[in-house]
């Protein structure tokens, strides 16, 4: 070998250093949005270990640290895991063990979203996010929720054996590399779990199902509209007729009637814009954005089997994978079967060997805005109460990724967190920060066995605010509305209250009071998000404005279940997958009465020809469906859009307070109007120009009709609603090739199979289950068992969920005899049990 | 034969080394292949090219063994889809094999380069 001259072996030597290096540190920690690809394509303990995870379980033995007894796991066709454990300790831990198996990932994004960590591994665009929830405080909550419990508390004693189970898995994915393939990808790996954990990951569905913006909104309509006018067209009680299963009578005790503010000053105006752009820039679970659900009950006077039945779809973002995981499980306390959320330890809708019951949203006000007093001449202070207090200061620190640590400081006042200083202090008094220890009562819920354990045992229940739908084995049936109603002593809590301690919080509903219904006269029981009280109940609860659903699906339901004897699964299955339109069935006669004798084009006449023979129903094959819907939207804006234009409604600033089917205030308006007041002053224009509904319904026609020529074609015939309206499973981590992309489909967000969020639909029924205490339960859920998306559990589920099918919820001893069962049985590691 | 052995006994030694080393996370171990064949042959090409037959070879056989097991292809199709590839499979099985080919050959640049400061040796130069 020729020796080359010194300097070039030195230069030789100095470049293959720096390249060698660059190499390798390009390789560990990746560039730009590709990871570090060393190890995330090691062939031994990269993203390849994905294929081996994703084989079925066969079965075996397994050494699990901290069990007291062994434990046998069987799995079924589908993924579903049946749990026999001889101890509740072990239940629980082996309940963590098969959530981290299964969906570890899932559990430590979820986690990171509570406790705002999530740019430590996506980088700083999750940053704002982060911030939020510091300033929000779902981990402050989840810490006084764990001190709250007592030692022998037995959610804190689930909670430890859950952790346990997770971090058996955790350990041993560290020793043998088999992380989920998209930990490697992103390159990290998961931090132990801890209880604290699981109390956040409750409560990020709290935030989701509770948090809300609808004080805000209305102080930009205030602001832009005025007051009488909001309130005119976003009023407390519905104009619309609604089914609130809670009929009264109520209790005499109630609170005094609200004062109006009437107004909205211009920091108060710029605090509220700034925040809701914010929020925008938020992941869509972090405010709650009306989510619906469904659930219902008869007795056994109704059914063909002569007992009580139960149904229940929670409606929420669909995602992949689930927000579920199903499980069954026997142990000494607990028999039960039916769905949990990867990263709590109980399952939360289902039923056990007495009763079942399911879930829908309550929608009630549960978060409160307060204007904060504060002056430069008092920094670090804010007025309550008579005098000047200090701010209480938490300290954060979030890691980014590839940059510095962020530090944040939380300023707290007695109403909550400051959100913002930008024209007005703005603090947030939201119920989903108080303790609630739902984890508690959920598992005395599972072990209940009348109405009366289960009453007791939501009592302390408190955020979110849930409608828990009952039914039992000896034919009864029920529904409470468990949760938080927050009463203020002062002012209107529907717009941003005074934070100086005259309009503060001074207590919550009392339970006795709080919606609630048993065994009534008319044999059904339901909730779909309408207004669960009638107009008589004496407490606020919130406006039409806030989420209370329209009632469209309650007003489909009733009419199912008042209309039908000798009910079966069977019916249940066709409720729950209807696709009936309760308004299009109300507006479109008083559409074709409009229409008639008005000169029409050969497209409108055979348009209008399609609406007149009609059923209502979205299926996807229909054209009538889209010409209905296309109507709808367009009847909205020409009644609504030349107030908004006049009045400057900020809608770029909130897309939400644009005028679309989203608004449920306004659909119950034109609702009202269109049948019962065809000359409302809100149908003429702003100038003074006189309309009424027919000529703003001809006008809407017209535009229909042009629109959809434009968008499908001339032949109204060929307007399939599914051309124009879609269903789609996004993944969770929000990367397209993993999840379902938009395919046509029927129903939209008013129709008892909902589906919600816009024009391709990306929430909806989460779960649909049917419990028929006489011939079994059966249920489904748009996804499955596994979050590795090459197993075969991925997203098995889907087919059957979209076509409308079930899957029984069979008991362990089924599974067995059927020809796929394979059973872990998990057995005391070398550290034993506690 | 002596000459066969000497040029297949190192591969194969180097084979068993970087399954082991990856086995137990060491992802670079390739880059530590390099270097050591580096040393031991001392010449540009030779060393270059025993080093890619070991590193390519390694990761590619590990890769095949698995295949024959599981679906290595779809899990390399949904990885492809997450990189934003589209759903080429071809794709992430030639990267897996380019990372290597370059941590192998960075490992024998680096080695190489510090034997030119060491004296001559003609092991390998007949």
Redesign the interface.
Known sequence: MRRSPGWRRFANLAGAVIVTGGVIYVCAVGVGPLPGLGPALNPARGVWTMAKDATLPKTESLQIDGLNQPVQITFDKQGTAYIHATTDHDLFLATGYLHATFRLFQMDLMRRQGEGHLSQVVGAKALPSDEFEDELGLQRTAKQEWNDMAQDDSGRQALLAYTQGVNDVITADKRSGNFPALFKLLGYEPNAWTPIDSLVIQGDMTQTLDFDTGALEAALLVKSLGYQKTMQWFPILPPDEQHPYDTGPYAADGTAPIESTESVGQAEATAVKSLLTRFRTFPITAIHHGSNSNNWAVDGTKTASGTAMLAGDPHLNLTLPSIWYQLSADAPDYHYSGVSIPGVPSILIGHNQHIAWSLTNVQNQATLYYKEETSSAHPGEYFWNGAWRKLKQVHYEIPVKGKAVVPLTVNLTVHGPIITQDGQTMSVDWMGALPSPDIDAMLNVIRAQNFTQFKQALSTWHAPSQNFIYADKAGNIGLISAGYYPIVKHGDPYLPLSGTGADDVIGTIPYKDVPQAYNPKSHILFSANQRVVGKAYPYYIGTTMDFFDNGYRADEIEHFLATHQHLTVQDFEQLQNDTHDWLAGEIVPKLEQALSGQALTPAQQQAANLLNTWNGNMDGNSAAASIWWTFWTHYLSDTFSPWWNAAHVPTKVDPNLAIGPWQASLNEDLETWTLHDETNAAFNLPDGTRRTAQSVMQQAFHETVKSLSDRLGKNPSDWQWAKLHARAIPSLAQISSLGIPPKGAGGDRWTVDAADGGMVATAGPSWRMIVDFGTGAEAVYPGGQSENPLSPWYKDEVSAWWNGQYYPLTTASQVEQSGFHPTWTLRPGAKGGE | MRSVLVWTAPVILAVALI?VL??L?L??SG?IVGFMMAFYV??TWRSLWMTWLAVIGT?GL??LW?AQ????G??AS??A????FG?SSII?IT??LV?AW??GT??T??G???T??LP?RTFF?T
Do not use: K
Not at chain 2, 69 to 72: E, R
Not at chain 2, 81 to 84: D, E, F, K, L, Y
């Open positions: 399954w990856t086995d996370g992802w670079y880059t001392r010449r990761w590990e890769l698995q097991l599981v679906p290595i779809e899990a949904i990885v889809g997450i990189m934003g759903h992430v990267l897996t990372v370059l941590l960075v490992g640049w680096l190489l380069a510090l030119n400061f001559s130069s």
